[in-house]
């Protein structure tokens, strides 16, 4: 019988992931649950939580051969030591939360670029600069997820609106100086404004399209799903939305026979690839699209830790035996001797 290959979710929490019972089972895969505090780097062993294809376990077992970083944030410390055993790479999603800024600026330098809404760091120059235009501009976090924090500038007349969330404004300002003033003593430089996109609708909601990335069993970048998100119909962010389609349906009733979904699907995989030559080895990231009222492709964001389980809302099993198979086929393959 084949000895189970066994491969480490690096995480601080000691405590098991049920998602990926399944996949592991499937693939014939021991998962260890490894926190740093638990590793001893002498012996090369860890006290894991070990998922035998049945059930979880605490148990001593060697340092696995590939780790899947569950970390939520800047590279851990941890990921060099255990890379100076196991190999450079072999542990995958170095950096699970991007800054959009440094994002913007990777992708800026490749022919993404014009598919790129301009996009600086949140300074007063940078705010008036951007209202030239339409009058309008977002004004998001630097390291936000899930929608939190993100505002809408826009000039009505002689004044400017603030909006959070909603078509409804939260403050008004009868000067460009007054607008300023608010924005530097209540958000500052963990901000940025970026250009405004008057994103097409569906149904008077706004929608995207996110695209789930992933490296497969032959550590090739692979599109794994696709869906869109539509807003609430006060809002104009789709993060708290309204209902999820899926992306192609999304795109067909939006836009019917322009055929946008293989050249998104082609973008996203552009973007991983570019992003992860600047930002070291990832496994998996999310790619959102917005398109305008003209039909114009814009990349709205990435995400470094994508909700993968936001995916099951779409009813298809084949595709959620994809999304949490993929990342313990791309382990495996960073566990083979010939890398």
């Known amino acids: 019988m084949t000895e189970q290959k066994l491969i480490g979710l690096l995480t601080p929490f000691f405590q098991p992931i049920p998602a990926y019972e ?50 939520y944030g800047p590279k851990p410390k941890v990921v060099n030591r255990l890379e100076l055993l196991v190999g450079k790479g072999r542990v995958f999603n170095h950096i699970t939360l991007f800054d959009k800024l440094d994002v913007h600026s ?37 390291t936000g997820q899930l929608g939190v924090g993100i505002y809408l500038v826009r000039k009505k007349g002689k004044k400017f609106q603030l909006h959070l969330g909603t078509k409804s404004p939260i403050a008004s300002f009868p000067s460009t100086e007054e607008l300023l003033d608010w924005l530097e003593a209540n958000l500052g430089r963990g ?94 990231l999310s790619v959102d699209f917005g398109l305008d009222e003209q039909g114009r492709i814009w990349i709205i964001e990435l995400n470094g830790k994508p909700m993968k389980s936001m995916f099951s809302a779409l009813g298809d099993a084949r595709l959620m035996k994809t999304v949490y198979e993929r990342p313990i086929c791309y382990a495996l393959h960073l566990c083979s001797p010939s890398l």
Request: charged share 20%.
């Open 191 to 284: 901000y940025i404004v970026q250009q405004y996109i008057p994103l097409a609708t569906l149904n008077g909601r706004v929608f995207d399209v996110r695209f789930l990335v992933q490296k497969d069993g032959g550590g090739m970048w692979k599109a794994s799903g696709v869906l869109s998100r539509l807003s609430l119909t006060y809002s104009y962010i789709t993060n708290v939305s309204h209902s999820l389609l899926p992306g192609g349906k999304a795109l067909q009733q939006a836009f019917p026979g322009q055929g946008y979904l293989p050249k998104l699907e082609k973008l996203s995989l552009q973007a991983a690839s570019a992003v992860e030559q600047a930002l070291g080895s990832l496994g998996e």
């Open 22 to 71: 399944r996949a592991a089972a499937a693939l014939g895969v021991e998962l260890a649950i490894v926190t740093p505090s638990r590793v001893d780097w002498q012996s090369e062993e860890v006290q894991a939580l070990a998922f035998d294809g049945s059930k979880w376990e605490e148990k001593l077992v060697p340092l696995p051969g590939a780790y899947y970083n569950r970390f």
């Open 106 to 142: 990777i992708l800026s330098q490749t022919p993404l670029e014009k598919h790129l809404p301009a996009t600086y760091i949140l300074q007063p120059e940078n705010v008036v600069e951007l209202l030239k235009g339409d009058g309008q501009a977002i004004i998001k976090p630097r």
